[in-house]
């Protein structure tokens, strides 16, 4: 089974970039692009400045570790499709949790919550995303399916929120 791979942080994914602040990715600092890396709303190729043969070690680097799996679109959810082995332990470790809520003293017990994910042709496949526990109201950053998957098949992204403003996020 393979190691389950560490996430980099902001600032360690700022370290490997040029940190010239050139704006040529379209944000404002590299800070701001390693986060958005980090959300996979931006690819390392996207710095011009990584691309000269010195930096493409950085460009591998960084790839291995943010993976190459898509966002599945209106969901938080990064889904390696060649990794996925279709084991089901997201699906299940999921839908045990959907059903719990922990508030401040208390436990919320939600009933008959229809499941997030299903192994669909031998891979995973989001197919509720309105049932998952990080689109409440009260952001719950669940991220138990994603802990459970043996291959780092699966993998989750903040993103933005209904009512937030996509360009507060940019400046920072």
């Given amino acids: 089974m393979p190691k389950k ?3 980099l942080q902001p600032l360690q994914i700022y370290q490997l970039l040029p940190r010239t602040n050139c704006k040529l990715c379209g944000y404002p600092t590299c800070y701001a692009f390693a986060f958005a890396l980090m959300t996979m709303k931006k690819e390392p190729a996207d710095c ?12 591998k680097l960084l790839n291995e570790h943010l993976g190459t799996g898509q966002v599945i679109e209106g969901t938080d959810f990064v889904i390696d499709k060649e990794k996925c082995t ?3 332990d997201c699906v299940v470790v999921c839908n045990k ?13 939600r009933e008959e919550v229809p499941p997030v994910l299903q192994i669909v042709d031998g891979t995973i496949q989001v197919i509720n995303w309105d049932s998952c526990k990080r689109t409440l109201k009260e952001v719950s950053l669940c991220s138990l ?4 998957c ?8 903040t993103s933005l929120r209904e009512g937030e403003d996509e360009d507060e996020e940019e400046q920072w």
């Fill in 5 to 7: 791979k560490e996430r």
């Fill in 48 to 59: 011009p400045e990584l691309l000269p043969d010195a930096l493409s070690k950085v460009i």
């Fill in 86 to 88: 279709g084991c089901g």
């Fill in 97 to 109: 949790a959907l059903t719990t809520l922990a508030r401040p003293a208390m436990l919320v017990y």
């Fill in 145 to 148: 399916c994603q802990e459970k």
């Fill in 150 to 157: 043996p291959f780092n098949a699966l993998d989750l992204v």
